[in-house]
């Protein structure tokens, strides 16, 4: 899951906010990424949340397992 929030956050370009280079490439895994974002959650304006939650929300409607297995909750 938090592999899935990582991929989510860079997806929206949220990766940029995470690290502190100016580098183009991947300085942390999706997995590190996934971590820091759930620290940030509390914390993170509406704005920034709420496209976070719905690229989320699509990423796991995705994977079959989460679908064959919690259905449409």
Do not use: C, N, W
Not at 20 to 49: A, N, V
Not at 60 to 66: E, G, I, K, S
Request: positive net charge; without cysteine; proline residues 4%.
């Amino acid at each position: 899951l938090l592999t899935l929030l990582g991929a989510a956050g860079e997806e929206l370009g949220y990766d940029r906010m995470l690290r502190t280079s100016t580098t183009k490439r991947r300085t942390h895994s999706l997995l590190r990424q996934g971590i820091m974002l759930y620290e940030l959650i509390p914390t993170m304006p509406e704005h920034r949340l709420l496209p976070l939650m719905a690229r989320f929300a699509s990423l796991l409607q995705q994977q079959t397992v989460f679908t064959e297995m919690f259905g449409t909750i």
